[in-house]
């Protein structure tokens, strides 16, 4: 059973155009961590959303937290060739001794 | 944000031997981290729970006696393959917690493990 529903799977838009990546749960989560990962390195943070109904913005990225804490959307702006990769949501539960819960994560590419 | 490196980046190995691989937390004592796999184009699956000073918490279809998870210290763990076949060549990720934050975990670079 996948715990974090992402779609879509795999994007491919041109430079320029806007983009949202949604995560999806039935479940609550105490917090949801969203990474970007390039090929052959390690998944890097982007931001953690804590609250019903947050919204974070970094850049061009604008991040949202469901006002159940169930789901969240990555919304990218006019996006560029260097947001290309792997997008991960990640959500959190009761403690932070245990694991992260990983959707199957989105596939970006943006051709310029 | 937090750092955690990994050691080696990557590693190749005959059929039949043993490579460790150390997760290091830089700048953070973790009490706890992770160690994942990841097959190319898939997420991250994750494979073990390490704990300081006690035994790893392994999920299910990993297995304990092949992947050996040791974690003596606040700020590093070692992922051991033992007698290492081709199907264990994989992208090995670990992660840990930063106390100080809202539950969030930072990833380690990786080690690309190829077993020939």
């Known amino acids: 059973t996948q715990l974090l529903e992402q779609s879509p799977q795999f994007l491919s838009i041109q430079e320029g155009e806007n983009l949202t990546v949604y995560c999806n749960s039935s479940?609550?989560?105490?917090?949801l961590q969203w990474y970007r990962q390039e090929p052959g390195e390690g998944p890097v943070l982007l931001v953690t959303v804590v609250t019903g109904g947050e919204v974070k913005k970094l850049k061009r990225l604008t991040f949202q937290f469901g006002d159940a804490r169930k789901d969240s959307s990555l919304h990218i702006t006019a996006a560029q060739t260097g947001d290309t990769g792997l997008y991960l949501c990640?959500?959190?539960?009761?403690?932070?001794?245990?694991?992260?819960?990983f959707g199957k994560g989105t596939r970006l590419s943006v051709i310029a | 944000g937090a750092v955690v490196s990994q050691h080696p980046s990557w590693v190749i190995c005959k059929s039949g031997t043993s490579v460790k691989i150390e997760c290091r937390s830089l700048d953070f004592q973790a009490t706890t981290m992770f160690w994942y796999r990841q097959f190319p184009k898939q997420s991250l699956m994750l494979m073990a729970t390490s704990n300081e000073g006690s035994k790893a918490t392994y999920e299910q279809g990993v297995e304990k006696d092949k992947f050996l998870i040791n974690h003596a210290s606040l700020t590093l763990s070692t992922l051991t393959v033992t007698s290492a076949h081709p199907e264990d060549s994989s992208f090995y990720i670990c992660s840990a917690r930063d106390p100080g934050g809202a539950y969030e975990q930072y990833f380690g670079p990786g080690t690309r493990l190829t077993v020939t």
């Open positions: 990640a959500g959190s539960r009761n403690s932070g001794n245990t694991p992260l819960v």
């Open positions: 479940s609550v989560f105490s917090s």
